[in-house]
């Protein structure tokens, strides 16, 4: 199946561009499919204060995802 991944802030500079499609094998959950990524990117996914969104909704890192699914990473921001 195919997940679309999303980076935004910083990470997509961890990511090296804003946007993934990758293949994954079913059962998959978001922790599973950073775990499948680059060391040092998936090390910045999992950091604490990053949330994540399935579909555009927030949900937890063991979240399953679907064929066509998109997973957006969120890193904390901040502003004035």
């Given at each position: 199946?195919?997940v679309?991944?999303?980076?935004?802030?910083?990470?997509?500079?961890?990511?090296?561009?804003?946007?993934?499609?990758?293949?994954?094998?079913?059962?998959?959950?978001?922790?599973?499919?950073?775990?499948?990524?680059?060391?040092?990117?998936?090390a910045?996914?999992?950091?604490?204060?990053?949330?994540?969104?399935?579909?555009?909704?927030?949900?937890?890192?063991?979240?399953?995802?679907?064929?066509?699914?998109?997973?957006?990473?969120?890193?904390?921001?901040?502003?004035?």
């Amino acid at each position: 199946m195919e997940v679309t991944l999303v980076f935004l802030g910083r990470l997509e500079d961890a990511a090296g561009g804003a946007q993934r499609i990758i293949a994954v094998e079913p059962p998959s959950c978001i922790a599973n499919i950073a775990q499948s990524l680059e060391p040092d990117l998936c090390a910045a996914l999992l950091k604490e204060d990053v949330r994540f969104a399935l579909n555009g909704a927030l949900v937890q890192r063991h979240c399953s995802v679907s064929d066509g699914d998109e997973v957006a990473f969120l890193p904390p921001v901040s502003g004035g």
